[in-house]
């Protein structure tokens, strides 16, 4: 057996079953085990950004790491923006980086690279395998960082003659520690400042968006009288019917201040305090009200739903009713022109049970929330990183993590450029995902920032850079020739009719929607 046979056994039997890959020579070892080796998914992505972004999506569906194949220093750089984003949404990720044999790295030929510079500041764990007797042991470990909660990007460099020599065997992936369970003082800390009833915020984020971190938070709402708030930025929120339902917090300042006003008391589970997106001349970074006191329950890198489970204890509140519970209801089939509201009409009267709504519409679909909030169970997926281009890979790993369920993916027009190559997998894999693409032909959230940051009046060069109609992309025909058909909508009459096809028929489905 060689390295690579022995670390594509390693990642199988450590978990790692689905390998979202774009190789090249250095990685031919690689591709050629898995012909020897029964049971790794492998997903061809015509873009690395494409593979970090579904082994991202992939593991916000499953909590369990895929893993990445990608081509040297290049390849790497190419998947960073999503890995940026998978690192902020706490996703747990394996990246296999080819790399030259390290006799090779000497002559400066035209891969060569730094690979390790570039991984680090996207990776909790970096190690270049030296030989192929400990590629195995280092997939393993890998592995082992990956899984670190909530989830943590490893990227494992495999020179070219580790996987072409001899190994010695499969290794076995060590345990992850548990994340820290429940801390008595904070637990305490927390029930006191709930205690302020309306006052209090119960601030979440991370794996306590999940539907019974939410029962907890709607039990503790019902005995204390707090306010429950999600963060801005989410990795996943089960919601819809018969669950708790959550706001995000808002990306505009003010209207984020106006959420959290009156808010004496925070009580932070899962999520950092709440900070603006961007620093804004004369606006805060910090988003809480002045003077309010915040406690942590449980941190980024906790067991968010163990502290909201022995806080309610503390509080008396396990047997509580949720306040809030949302009963089954749907908006009545919008008609007529375009508006925000009616988008979101349309897609909370279409969506089926068990959807999972991949989220990318940056301006279009900040106020979407309350049109699903009664919708079958559903997740919705955020992007916590800020780097656009991650709607489509994100759908990808979805759909390959759950084929029984419907993934929408929503993306404005100018992020969907990013990763357009994202359809071509979806048609080549026959993933179950209705593309929605918000057309209205510009940088649209740019031309609020430009007022924001104080750089008022634009001339028409600055609103140049904001404008995507000089040619206008057509979707439809790009979809196309990517294999994945699809229809135009320019009304919502047209909308919910073509929703409603997408959603009534298996595989991909484009929505181009023309505003
Ligand atoms: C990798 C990356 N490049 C650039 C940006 C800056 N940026 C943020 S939003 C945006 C435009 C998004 O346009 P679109 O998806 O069409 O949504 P709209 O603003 O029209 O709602 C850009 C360029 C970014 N966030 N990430």
Known sequence: MNGAESLVRTLLKGGVEVCFANPGTSEMHFVGALDRVEGMRCVLGLFEGVCSGAADGYYRMTDTPACTLLHLGPGLANSAANLHNAKKAGSGIVNIVGEHALYHIQYDTPLTADIEGIARPFSHWVKTSPTSKTVAGDGALAIQAARVAPGQIATLILPADTAWGE????????????????DKDAVVAAAKALKHGNSAMLFLGGRALRARGLELAGKIAAKTGCRVQAAGGTARIERGAGRVPVLRLHFVIETAQTMLKGTEHMVLVGAKAPAAFFAYPGKPSVLTPEGCATTTLSP????????LDALA??????????????????????????????????LGATMPEGAIVVDESVTTGRGFFPHSAGAPPH????????????GGPVAVGAAVACPNRKVICMIGDGSAMYTIQSLWTMAREGLDICVMIFSNRSYKILYSQLADVGAANPGPRAKDMLMLDRPAIDFMTLAKSLGVPGG??????ELTKQLTYAMSQRGPYLVDVVM
């Open 488 to 493: 135009q909508a320019h009304d919502l009459d």
């Open 313 to 346: 204890a503390e509080l008396g509140a396990l047997n509580e009713k949720p306040a809030g519970v949302v009963e089954p209801s749907r908006p009545e089939r919008p008609s007529g022109k375009f508006t925000l509201d009616g988008l979101g009409q349309a």
């Open 167 to 182: 190994a010695d065997g499969v290794a076995d992936t060590p345990p992850t520690p548990a994340p820290a369970g429940p």
């Open 379 to 390: 997740d919705w997926l955020n992007n916590m990183g800020g780097s656009i281009g991650f």
């Open 300 to 307: 980024v890198n906790g067991d968010p739903i163990a502290a």
